[in-house]
Each structure stands twice: as C-alpha cells, then as structure tokens.
C-alpha cells in the first residue's frame, strides 16, 4: 500500500516541478502575467512531451523484455533509432516541405518492419536473429545517414546533430497532441492485453496456453515500435529510458504486468520529467538524451554483471 502510494505521488511532483521550475522563477500560490504565458507556451507543453516520452519509452522497452524475456532489451535494438535518424536527416536536406517529424516517423517504423522481417526464420523470432537483424538495419541507415550528412551545410548538420541527442525543450502543443494521445491509447491496449505479456514472459511455453507465440510476438513488438517513433520523431534520440525503468520496476513490484505496467508508467514519468528539469537548471541548452545516457550506462553495466544477460 505504502509503495503504491509511492508510486502515485512521485510522477504528480515530478509534473509540478516541471511546470513550475526553470529559469524563470514562478510562484504557484502568485502568479503574473509572464509567468502564466511561459506555463502555458513553453513548461506545459515539455512537461507533457515528458510524459509522454516517459511512457512510451519505458513502456516500449517492458513490452519487449517481456517477450523476449531479457531485461537488456529496449526498442532501439529494432533499429528505430537509426531509421528515425535517416528519416530526420532526409527531411532536412532534401524534403523540407513534408517535415522533421513525418519522415522520422515513417522511417522508424520502416526500420522495425525490416528488422523483424530479416529476423523471421522459418516462421519465428528468436532474440538473436531479432538483435542481427537490428544490428543489419542499424548499420544500413547509419551509412545512409552519413552518406546525407556528408550533403548537409554545416550550419544545418549541427542543428540535426543536437536534435538527435534528444531534447524536450522545443516541445509544442502541436507535438503534444500528436504524441500524447496515441501514447495513452496503446498504453490502454497494453494493460487490456496484460494476460497476454504474462503469457509471453513464459516464452515458448505460452503455446500451452494456447497462445500463437509468433503471432503475439510481433503485435507486442510492432506496439512497442509504434510507442517508441510517437516520441522520438519528435524529440530526437532519447536512450536508456527503455532499458532502466522497466528493470527498476519490476524489481520494485515484480513481472506481474497488472502491477508493473502501473509501476513502468510511475517511474517512466518520474524519471523522464526530472531529467528535463535537471537539464533546464545547468548552463546552457544540454539535450535530456545526455543526462539519461550519463544515468543510463552504468546502470546498463550494472545490469549486465548482475543478470549476465538472461531473464531474471
């Protein structure tokens, strides 16, 4: 019960101090005119693409530890990152009119349908040929994007490369509303599919529970890719997120998904809004996809040297 309280007020303190703290100083019991123009224009809108990125981050990369029952598996390991990169890159040098966001969008999802299809073998996804077939992709859209880089002005190079370092600090309502709602409904769909992800984590020995593992396997990871390019198209390459929330969750309440979806969600939010604001008080304009990277690897080696990379 104490927990599950924990677990509630955390991501409701953390959305506070991200509308109200910044370089700005705002008072909530006293606010003026400027100070509720920059709420609304600019806190309001990065708190809520924080939340959104919270969630569909650590969300994505629970939904794929489940199923392929490894807790160093995020979402990037499809190649998302490297096809939103491309997608980014392209709009920038040569499709202006069509958007930043559109192509990185479309090119993610690309990614992830490539990977699993180099990934299917004799009708199934194992997670070795899931991770070749990331590494494949990867390695393709990495080259085109240098290939594009290589086409780029300098003064439009350095404004894609701070874009992919991820950022929360251009967030508009615009984004907002593009993001946020397809977020909250898969996230609906996951917890309404709940029994199915318990299924999975048992892994092909869901089939005696008459489950289509095959089948459920790729919706699990096409939802978790969709989750992953509705933020990252917008707010470039955010990492880790994926990895270490839904581990420290489930230590927290167990791989029960009716509890650790909720507990994924709370720390997801937590984690991702504190960060942009840690990132809003140090000097200088620092990308959130820094701090969460600096958190982020030595959690990473923690994780490695504890579970050896298997299921725990």
Do not use: C
Request: charge should be positive; proline fraction near 5%; glycine fraction near 10%.
């Amino acid at each position: 019960m104490k927990r599950g309280l924990t677990l509630v007020i955390l991501p409701v303190v953390a959305v506070l101090l991200g509308v109200f703290v910044g370089s700005y100083p705002t008072n909530p019991l006293h606010l003026d005119g400027l100070a509720k123009a920059i709420i609304w224009k600019f806190r309001l809108p990065r708190t809520l693409m924080g939340v959104s990125a919270g969630m569909a981050l650590s969300l994505g990369g629970m939904t794929l530890q489940a199923v392929f029952r490894n807790p160093l598996v995020d979402t990037y390991i499809l190649g998302v990152a490297s096809g939103v990169a491309f997608g980014a890159a392209l709009a920038v040098a040569f499709l202006p009119f069509i958007g930043l966001a559109p192509l990185a969008l479309l090119f993610g999802l690309l990614a992830v349908f490539l990977a699993y299809y180099l990934a299917r073998v004799n009708g199934r996804v194992s997670t070795v040929s899931l991770i070749l077939g990331g590494i494949i992709v990867t390695a393709l859209f990495s080259a085109l994007l240098s290939l594009l880089e290589l086409l780029l002005p300098s003064e439009s190079l350095s404004g894609l490369v701070v874009w992919l370092m991820g950022s929360l600090a251009s967030s508009t309502w615009k984004e907002v509303v593009y993001s946020l709602p397809g977020v909250v409904l898969i996230t609906v769909l996951l917890y309404l599919l709940r029994w199915n992800l318990n299924a999975m984590s048992l892994g092909d020995e869901a089939e005696l529970l008459g489950l289509n593992v095959s089948l459920w396997r790729g919706i699990f990871v096409f939802l978790s890719a969709l989750l992953t390019v509705l933020v990252i198209s917008f707010t470039g390459i955010i990492g880790w997120v994926g990895l270490i929330v839904p581990h420290t969750a489930r230590m927290l309440v167990g791989p029960e998904h009716s509890k650790l979806i909720p507990a994924t969600i709370s720390i997801g939010i937590t984690v991702m809004v504190l960060a942009d604001v840690i990132v809003r008080l140090l000097p200088g304009d620092v990308p959130v996809g820094i701090i969460t990277t600096l958190v982020g690897v030595p959690f990473f080696a923690y994780l490695l040297r504890k579970t050896g990379g298997g299921w725990s």
